[in-house]
């Protein structure tokens, strides 16, 4: 799924925002204003996603979900609340897309002809070299 797709659902409604003092830039601000913002998102209670969806959500992000089925995602790169929500609400897009898009199934191939002889050529090398360090006249084994 695109991020496009997954605005189209809206769930900028049940997003909730907390801000709080950033380790981030800002310089004297840094003491006095909450520029860190922490978006939680309700997997288990939001009506946007399927079973299966919620499901492969959980699976894939299973760490940023804590107990109570909360998606918890910050952002404290930019210098103002209003920048940082921004980032939050990009990044939450992009990650639960990225959750939702299955992986492409693998098609199995057989091996070239040229692949083939290159490995037995490699093989009868390196069978070779071996044969030439052993002392004449010994027997192995």
Partial sequence: MKPEELKNRHPES??????????GPGGQNINKLNTKVELRFNIYATMLFSEEEKERICRRLGKKINKEGELILVAQSGRTQLMNKKLVAGKFFSVVSKALTSPAKRISTRPTVASVKKRLDKKRNQGDKKK?????????G
């Fill in 132 to 140: 030439l360090r052993r002392i004449p006249g010994e027997t192995s």
């Fill in 14 to 23: 049940e997003f909730i925002f907390s801000a709080s003092r950033s380790s």
